[in-house]
């Protein structure tokens, strides 16, 4: 048989070490009041920080909302004079105004209002010959064309379309040119030279 290596004792924890070995002794007693105040800080810690960040959030809501209304004013702002002016055409005696008088106001008007809108950054999709786009343009119709270059392409703008900055207000409804295979002269052409 082989000897069994002898086994070394380990050392019994000791419950209790003298504060001369440096080991500090806390009472389970003194521990929980420790702990609960380490819990109630921590609470209270969390508490305030929540509070914080939902006046953070009402704050940030309430400056969203008063620049929104500024930036509306200012839009309404630059549109008034033109407002004004159309109402004054509005109210023109048609009896003792021309119709040339009348048409050249208006045109006025419109250019005024136009010059505030492109301040503002509005630009009109208006794009007769340019191809379709669906992010901007809203097919209203088609209309057959015989050349085949022209298939997808704005052939009309029913209503034009607004747009401010990147942002689209109204898409343009327009009617788009589309090419049928022997539909065209092209497409005989084609099909002969093949």
Do not use: C
Not at 15 to 42: H, K
Not at 50 to 66: C, I, M, V
Not at 80 to 101: E, I, M
Request: aromatic residues 4%; charged residues 35%.
């Amino acid at each position: 048989m082989k000897d069994k290596p002898e086994e070394t004792p380990r050392p019994e924890p000791q419950a209790d070490r003298s504060p001369e070995q440096g080991a500090l002794i806390e009472l389970p007693e003194e521990a929980v009041v420790r702990l609960e105040g380490e819990v109630a800080d921590s609470k209270d810690r969390y508490l305030r920080l929540a509070a914080e960040y939902d006046n953070f959030k009402k704050r940030a809501l309430r400056e969203r909302t008063e620049a929104w209304q500024r930036a509306q004013a200012d839009l309404v702002q630059r549109l008034v004079d033109g407002l004004d002016d159309l109402a004054r055409f509005a109210h023109v005696d048609p009896a003792q105004t021309d119709a040339k008088t009348i048409h050249d106001g208006v045109d006025m008007v419109e250019r005024k209002l136009w010059k505030a809108l492109d301040a503002a950054g509005v630009t009109r999709i208006d794009a007769i010959g340019m191809p379709f786009d669906p992010h901007v343009h809203e097919a209203v119709s088609t209309q057959p064309t015989d050349d085949r270059a022209k298939d997808h392409t704005v052939a009309a703008v029913l209503q034009p379309g607004y747009q401010m900055g990147s942002t689209l207000l109204r898409p343009a409804r327009v009617v788009v040119l589309t090419w049928t295979e022997g539909g065209g002269e092209d497409e005989g052409r084609g099909k002969r030279e093949a």
